[in-house]
């Protein structure tokens, strides 16, 4: 009987860069995409005349693909990663597709959501690849490949962005529409390279799929973040936001009732909580997701409606932020890769962006642009430290059998915590843009500046008193006619959206106080050596092992694996691992953690390398292939 051992998986320098170019055209699209469309996301709200509904877009794209992560990441560990990534794709691009041809602001968030469904897989699966292709500790070799993509993405982003939405019209079509339309070849580029070069054995596990749990999560999150874009105009104790906050509540208990019956087969285990790397990884991701896209939602508005910019001038203002995010990125990286040590990281990041988000509040409408340029270094800085290291420590800390689950989940719950951060941030923004800019109006109206402009552009007057004093969200669904109007007259409009944004960034620190504080009870686990893939490959050979010991043990012959030990009186090999000894079996049951070298699949996979930061004898075994 021939077995795939850890060193048939081993994969060479070589090939590792074939399949993580298919991974890294997937992840350039799911990028591009974020960044170009969050840089001309104004403009395509005044064209569809809905600026103060744009949140919509956002929050349906971010419901979906929040929902679809661990589905993804369940499915691929039990059919394995190819066919679901490739399906990702090609949702990407009927999604695409379909926002390109949107009507109104309602239907780009309809067609965003489909979208929404693909994206969800194109982050979480690619990085659940590198985990079975590389070890934790050698990620670093192999981060400035996604660093790249992610820089070149987060540069041609906003400068496309800006291109499509300045122009009038592209080859008889509006010029944003080409923004979506603009993902079709680079999406059908990335599917054939996936096709061609993603090879990765796999041994299909038979499983329960658990759809009882995914409808749940449904029930649980669209009204609650339905309450959260409308309940500043359904008032947050009308009717219909009680019976959406109930909805909500009757859908997470469904959803936790059904996790714990489906136990191990569930979409989102609770088991995988008992560990605390795991723990700490999930609710410190949720934290930082609300956290960053309260800024990266924030940021490009500020710039283009406060400073003038345009979307082009605008992305490229972002530019520190990115440089900041790769900085931390590769300084990270290259630091864990030297020490195997990596929870210093996420806690610097943590504090590095508290002290930009309350920095970011301080910012007004006359702050010099090379001050806010500088605190967006700063955050990037704080993100490029936090995202990646948190992900190496909640896969190291999983079963190999489990690398897509885990991966998935910490990502749902950054995902989460981002769809949370949009709808709530920016309704918070427009409920308090009404109030904020008829203030600084009133403020206005007494200075000479003001009443000189008022007195030169009468017909300018007129528009400002239907917006600006009306009190109401509504009358800022289109902010195009703050660029018409005389700089002493613009002025208040720039000081109400600075003054309300202010809030969402002080909002958004004290939050990021509670992350930093959650992350500071990271655990400090020793770093793999082994690939996801070379692990399973190991588990296989033990069990094929086992199952060969069993009949001689049977007959009363002794059973031995090929590291010369054995379990007295259990016929199962405890693997070379003297830790267990001959209490292997009442270990594991007591503990409720299965080791992968004993010879049978993990039923508690998720805690099998890590038990309260504790990592497994077998976490700093090097692999026996060449480097």
Sequence with gaps: MSTTTADDTALTHRQILTILGGLMMAMFLAALDQTIVSTAMRTIADDLGGFSIQAWATTA????????????GKLSDIYGRKPFILFAIGIFILGSVLCGLAGSVYQLAAFRAVQGIGAGGLFSLAFAIIGDVVPPRERAKYQGYFLAVFGTSSVLGPV??????????????TGWRWIFYINVPIALAAFL??????????RRQDHRIDWPGAVALVICLVPLLTVAEQGREWGWDSGRSLLCYGIGVVGLVLFLVTEWSYKDEALLPLRLFRGRTFSVASTSSFILGIAMFGGLLTLPLYLQIVKGASPTEAGLML????????SGSIISGQVIARTGKYRKFPIIGSLLMVAALALF???????????????????????GGNMQPVITAAQNAANPREIGVATSTV????????TVGAAVFLSVLFSLLPEKTKAAFTAAQSTPEFQAAARANPAQVQEIARAGTSGSASAFNDTSFVNRLADALAHPFKVGFADSMSVVFMVAAAIMVVGFVVILFLPEVPLRSMSAAQERAKEEAQDARASAAAPAASAGLPGRDLAGSSLPGSGVSSGGNGSNGGGGSAAHAADDVAEPHVGHTPSHAAGAHEADGEAGAHDNVEPRHSR
Aim: net charge positive.
């Design 160 to 173: 496309l962005g800006g291109f499509f939405a300045g122009a009038d019209s592209i080859l008889g079509v």
């Design 361 to 383: 509040s301080r910012i007004g409408a006359d702050t010099p642009l090379w001050q806010t340029m500088l605190v967006m270094a700063l955050m990037g800085l704080g993100l």
């Design 61 to 72: 794209f971010l419901i979906t693909s929040t929902i679809a992560t661990p589905l993804y």
């Design 411 to 418: 990502t749902f719950f950054r995902s989460m915590g981002g």
């Design 319 to 326: 530019l520190p932020l990115v440089l900041g995010i790769m």
């Design 193 to 202: 390279v996936v096709m061609r070069v993603l090879h990765i054995p796999h």
